[in-house]
């Protein structure tokens, strides 16, 4: 995978099911995902604006950094970038 993937929650309160199992996923399938689905993947401003949104139309409370196959320091940039780039836009997005 290569980039961090932050899958949303269900609504606070309510118990979430464990991820199916990891399959191969044909590279459509995976685009799709991206531009249409829970894979929230690119620049932090990317990942900001699709995450606020998401927010707003379903009410989640909480989304969740999750790495795919990275190195160590590939996370740790990950949850750098998160902590300090996507999470403030998020923020400014929703006071908005």
Same mark, same amino acid.
């Given at each position: 995978m290569g980039h961090p993937a932050l899958l949303p929650?269900?609504?606070p309160g309510k118990i979430q099911?464990?991820?199916p199992p990891v399959r191969n996923v044909r590279k459509e399938e995976y685009d799709s995902e @991206?531009?249409?689905g829970s894979l929230? @993947?690119?620049?932090?401003?990317?990942v900001a604006r699709k995450?606020? +949104?998401? @927010?707003k139309a379903l009410g989640v409370g +909480?989304?969740?950094l999750i790495n795919g196959n990275q190195s160590v320091s590939a996370r740790l940039r990950a949850v750098e970038l998160y902590?300090?780039?996507?999470l403030p836009m998020v923020r400014d997005l929703l006071a908005s």
């Open positions: 929650l269900q609504r099911k464990p991820a @991206i531009e249409h929230y @993947i690119g620049s932090p401003e990317t995450m606020a +949104r998401a @927010i +909480r989304f969740d902590g300090t780039k996507v």
